[in-house]
């Protein structure tokens, strides 16, 4: 893989993680406070939908 691909795919994470608090600061902050009362079992299958839909998308673009 070619590093300037790795770090163009890292900036874009940060522009989407950085989206949802500058576009609306109290939706994000009632949302993690939300996401802090999960239980570990329910925030680990959150991620690991993520990673899975991550890795399908990847799969399917390439």
């Known amino acids: 893989?070619?590093?300037d691909v790795l770090w163009a795919a890292l900036a874009l994470v940060l522009v989407f993680e950085g989206l949802f608090p500058?576009?609306?600061p109290s939706g994000w902050r009632s949302t993690f406070m939300r996401l802090t009362q999960l239980k570990?079992?329910?925030l680990r299958f959150f991620g690991l939908t993520s990673i899975l839909l991550g890795l399908v998308t990847l799969w399917l673009i390439s």
């Open 1 to 3: 893989m070619d590093s």
């Open 22 to 24: 500058f576009l609306s």
């Open 40 to 42: 570990d079992g329910q």
